[in-house]
């Protein structure tokens, strides 16, 4: 008997070995990816020359670090050989960017297996990744991984992890639908401008911690096919997540709910990148859109100097919608509002939990409550820290439009071809203006600055209070994917005294050293605050209950 059980075992186990075995030699075969050839490599030779100590140069390409923080870079070329020029005049940041990325998902997830079956997962589901992605952005991402770091090699090819990153944000949307991505845009033109002239302004709300977001990169690009253009980028990064092109066309994207997809296209970012590079009306954006398939819902705002408007191009794996601005004013936060895909029920049920709605209105209250807005006024809303009717809801809530989060924050005048671009810390430090006719009309040789210095909207004075410094205390522990122990519930309370969110953590705290009396008086007064989504609701009322059952 335990002889025939032991066999039954062994074959058990052998046949599970064999299923594994074949799995990943079937992962691996799919996944396995095949870099385009350019036609020439003489880049490959090119030297990074330092000017001085802020200045590096690869032939008429270069890198600097201006007097705000940010960097600004200069590309020009064929794909393969402006691909080649950002890896070299970036490899440090590119490293850097990688490790912090790679650190982050194995903060994420802490086990090896996990981690082993993660990589086996992002190989299967990626399986089309490279067929998806035009050959132009392929050769450009080859050009970049050639200065990549041997340091991550153990993960993949230089070729293939650059590639796959492009598809990180995605996936992750789709997967996690955690509260990472939450982007509020607008546009508004004619009447409801202070010149009349076309005026946008964004949060790009992703985060993965603060030092992901530490070294943005101005990218301003001369591409020899397409327009150039300008985006606010990091180091390996191609993909576009806010830019405008020399015509006066400006590209935005808002993450929307996604059902899990059974694997990948082309990513958002890319899809981005091509509208930026190669449309400059709203209809050129739209069919670019069309063409192309996604694997997660994403909308694009698009503005056009040409047009003297924007509009939103709502887009899913299957479905594509245009909506149009109303009354010369157009908001986009993470929901969609079209008549085909506005009526879903994923992004129904989305707008009824989510804190998507509550921005939207809070954008249009603002815009609404003025005759007509200018520049610095589209900075103003951009850091609006206040609920509905000007209420205060607690820092960093998900339902404000300033979150104290963003990567970075933009404003545009496509016709003027002006640009401004938020510096830390978040969007409060200063807006820098860019003037895209001067960028790329001039030459730099020696390091200068190449900013509009007389346009510069200055830092939030919120920076000077002590409501701030509160903040950076509090702000460590806000997401679940960041180590929360050691909280004292009343210093929690003390540091964001109208935000749910504290007596949500004060509560955990109390509940987990098994003070129920305090956890229940802090969850209890947490329902009282302006929550931002149905899930914390629904959280903090399930330990309300947890905690009675306790105390009985």
Known sequence: MHRRLFKITAYFFLILSVLLVSLLVYVAIVARVSPPIPKVRSSLSWNRNQIDSGLFMVRDNWLRKSQSGLYEMYVEGAPFERGVAIGKLTKELARYQEEVFVKKIQQLVPSDFKLFLLKIFVGWFNRNLEQSVPEEFKLEILGVSTEASPDFDYIASPYQRIL??????????????????????????NDRTSDSSLLIGRNFDFYVGDEFAKNKIVAFYKPTAGHKFMMVTFAGMTGVLSGMNDQGLTVTINAAKSYIPSSSAMPVSLVAREILQYASTIEEAYTIAAKRKMFVSESFLIGSAKDSKAAIIEKTPDDIDLVEGKNSLIICTNHFQGKTLGNTKINQEHIRTSASLFRWQRVEEIIGAKKNISVSDASLLLRDQKGLGGADIGLGNEKLINQLIAHHSIIFQPKQLKVWVSTDPWQLGEYVCYDLNKVFNASLRENHEITDSLLTIPADPFLMTKAYRDFTKFSKYRFPFEPRGGIQPDSIVEWNPDSYLS?????????????????????????????????????????????????E
Do not use: P
């Open 164 to 189: 796959n990153y492009h598809a990180a944000h995605d996936i992750g949307h789709a997967l996690q639908n955690m509260s990472l991505v939450g982007c509020t845009s607008f546009a508004a033109w």
């Open 503 to 551: 007596y949500l953590l004060a509560g955990d705290a109390s509940f987990n050293r098994k003070d129920f009396v305090s956890a229940l008086a802090f969850y209890k007064k947490g329902l009282t605050k302006e929550i931002a989504t149905r899930q914390e609701q629904n959280y903090m009322k399930l330990q309300i209950t947890k905690c009675q059952t306790e105390l």
